[in-house]
């Protein structure tokens, strides 16, 4: 039999790395796209909110203003 410590290693081992990098990336970018998405759907809501206040506060200073021209007309007139 032969003696193989006497002879070099003569071959070389490849050892190929894939994957795993990309998914990261992809999540990453998936979390970043969810978080816009939700800023710019509670920042509508809450234009749409304010939006909604002003009108009724409008609404309710003309209702505040028929309200005293109605109680105006019905006072007696004096001369």
Do not use: C, W
């Not at 894939?18 to 234009?47: D, H, K, M, P, Y």
């Not at 206040?53 to 028929?66: F, L």
């Amino acid at each position: 039999m032969a003696d193989y410590q006497d002879q070099p290693n003569t071959h070389t081992t490849i050892i190929e790395r894939r994957g795993g990098g990309g998914t990261a990336i992809a999540l990453v970018l998936l979390a970043l796209v969810a978080a816009i998405a939700a800023f710019f759907i509670i920042s509508n809501e809450n234009r749409e909110t304010s939006a909604i206040e002003g009108a009724a506060q409008q609404v309710g200073a003309a209702a505040e203003q028929a309200g005293d021209a109605v109680s105006d007309a019905a006072k007696p007139i004096s001369n």
